[in-house]
């Protein structure tokens, strides 16, 4: 039985179609807008601001994009962004009022951070592998509970007595680059890694592809599933050291709302909501271009409430675009 | 005669008060195709679950080369060389063929990096397309992704898969359904070769022409009972379809 290909398409062709690629020419084009709005706009602080509100987003985006392409949703990763944060916080100052040493303490804080998420990770997949939930209601349930949770922790208020050092690495040295970025470009790389070239990448497209061939494949849904929530939920914990590192402080605030920016970044990063698709590069682009454009809006002093219009058309409009090129795909 | 590769003895199964199988004994040879015909609702499907470790039986004795099995889970059946393509269970589209082809049995490069998972992909594509190429299925490009090819290509590529990796015994059910004729020739032909290899077949049907073509024997399952097992040389299309819906007994 003959499976017979139809010509390849160039490969400069394919290049140039590539989702990716046309992120990076709407990335360049308004960096290019708000440049031709306000000079200021081109500048290490601006690119450093930029960055900073890049890393968390980037890092819960990355989380959603392991969870998205496996045909699944965590509504839960902001708030267990922020809950991690303040635990973090909290352990942080205990031991630096214990006197240990400022980097140490830093460490183990960010282990606390990522601790936090896991056991966030573990309670969604309890409650879709044995309580049965969908994964939008597992995830709205760990959403609710872990930011009910840093509110009661910390009474509403912004919990600090860490080392100063904290905000100190925040500070970019490398042009706009700090210490934590750097990081979240690692963590970025070893995600991709996973995602595309890895065992357990290969199963978490195959569960969004097709759960039934996924499980007659003999491969174990239940523990794809925790494996891909736990993941979520430590990426998450992450996010919520980076904000430490940024404020100085866990605040019950600083994750608020970010799942939605997330999905939008994977979504516009060219993953479909009804999994299988999505790819790191997507996403690490889907973050650049939002931040992009929340913090080009207030530079050319667009009345900072337009944001979410602005974000909701962009979301919009990678939507639309991608099911114009799939409806071609198939014509062809 | 040889012993059956795969057999079961006297199975029933029940869900609650109501018997889906009763008391099903069946053999399946080497290099023999068996069709399982029946009716809706006669049991075929739930004889499937049980001999693909889905489901385990009620009762009775399930033997893979004169050994007794229970079955815990389908991952089971399938590392013993069971190997069972599903009515619809299909492909994962979004990936390529070859990632398809060994899906579940990805190969990892060597070192401490294989160990971390990370696939020899090149690996893989060259041997699917020879793994294809042996059982009478050419793909041009295993990296193509499966949403990419037809309908009838990629049920050949499942049949493909299921018949490159089937030690012993593969289950087909339904395996023609939604496909042209020149396609179904294409399957008919795969299973062919896969009995020219020594596997024991069991091919489930409604397209009676299909089972009378391919099968060497033919078990007819009404109402949860076996009430005919004989040679398909004794069948024409209309005593078979006299036998499924009953109206031929002896």
Sequence with gaps: ?332 | MTAPIYEVRNISKKYGAVTALDDVTMQLYPGEVVGLVGDNGAGKSTLVKCLSGVHQPTSGTILLEGQERHWKSPHEALEQGIETLYQDSGLAPHLSVAANVFLGREETVPGILGKMGFLAQKKMDVEAHQELDRVGIAVPQSNRSVSQLSGGQRQAVAIGRAVAWAKKVIILDEPTNHLGARQAGEVLQIIKTAREQGLGVIFISHTLPHVMEVTDRIVVLRLGKVVKDAPTSEFTVETLLGTITGLITD
């Design chain 1, 1 to 332: 039985m003959s499976v017979t290909a139809s010509a390849a398409p160039s490969k400069l062709k394919s290049f140039v179609s590539n989702q990716q690629f046309i992120l990076f020419l709407v990335l360049l084009g308004m960096i290019g807008i708000f440049t031709a709005f306000n000079r200021i706009f081109f500048s290490v602080g601006v690119a450093g601001n930029v960055l900073a509100d890049w890393g968390p987003l980037v890092l819960v985006a990355l989380a959603e994009t392991f969870v998205i392409v496996s045909g699944g949703i965590d509504l839960s990763v902001g708030s267990v962004c922020t809950l991690s944060g303040v635990v973090g916080a909290f352990a942080i100052r205990a031991l630096t009022e214990s006197g240990m040493a400022p980097y140490l303490t830093l460490f183990i804080g960010a282990l606390v951070c990522i601790g936090v998420g896991c056991i966030a990770g573990v309670i969604n997949t309890l409650l879709i592998n044995y309580a049965k939930l969908v994964p939008f209601i597992a995830t709205l349930v760990t959403l609710g509970a872990a930011a009910g949770l840093a509110l009661v922790f910390t009474g509403g208020g912004p919990i600090a007595g860490g080392p100063s050092q904290a905000i100190q690495l925040s500070v970019p040295w490398l042009g706009p680059i700090s210490t934590p970025i750097i990081i979240v470009i690692v963590i970025c790389f070893i995600c991709w890694a996973f995602l595309h070239k890895s065992r357990f990448g290969r199963h978490t497209y195959s569960l969004g592809s097709n759960p039934f061939a996924t499980r007659a494949a003999g491969i174990s849904i239940a523990k794809q599933t925790a494996k891909i929530y736990i993941l979520s939920g430590a990426l998450a914990g992450a996010a919520g050291m980076f904000f430490y590192l940024r404020l100085g402080s866990g605040a019950p605030s600083s994750g608020l709302g970010l799942e939605l920016y997330a999905i939008a970044a994977v979504v516009i990063g060219g993953a479909s909501l009804s999994g299988g698709s999505g790819r790191i590069t997507g996403t690490v682009l889907g973050a650049l271009i939002l931040t992009t454009v929340t913090s080009g809006l207030i530079i050319v002093g667009v009345d900072p409430n337009w944001k979410q219009v602005v974000v909701a058309i962009l979301i919009a409009a990678a939507v639309t675009i991608q099911g114009l090129r799939r409806s071609e795909g198939k014509a062809s």
